[in-house]
């Protein structure tokens, strides 16, 4: 499960370097991420834009993520490519998450928000 992570503007950024998510690597995924993000950010923006692919088990996995972190941290996403955006959208995920564009669109909602 390859990961890049970088701290940007006070929110961490965590770039999912990946085709899929699926039941083949969600357990992975998920132990990762708690790797990732025990860095202390109050924002874990995940990048998902190379993602195209993301089932059941892989949106199970990025719902335990975000209830994982603690209660003030929270966890947006950004970059969800056509397929990935639909899962979300078919079963109302898209209403518990903050969903930018891209990474680049997160990052100024976040300086907009700071100031």
Do not use: C, W, Y
């Not at 950024?13 to 699926?22: C, F, L, M, N, P």
């Not at 993301?54 to 990025?62: K, R, T």
């Amino acid at each position: 499960m390859d990961l890049i992570a970088e701290a940007v503007g006070g929110a961490l950024i965590v770039r999912v370097d990946e085709e899929r998510i699926d039941a083949a690597i969600a357990m992975r995924f998920k132990d990762r991420m708690r790797e990732v993000t025990a860095q202390p950010a109050a924002r874990v923006v995940l990048d998902l834009s190379r993602v195209d692919f993301l089932d059941s088990s892989g949106l199970g996995a990025v719902v335990a993520v975000m209830k994982s972190l603690a209660p003030n941290r929270r966890l947006e996403l950004a970059g969800l490519t056509p397929n990935v955006a639909k899962v979300f959208q078919l079963t109302r995920m898209d209403t518990v998450f903050r969903i930018h564009a891209d990474v680049a669109a997160a990052t100024r909602e976040g300086l907009r928000n700071a100031g």
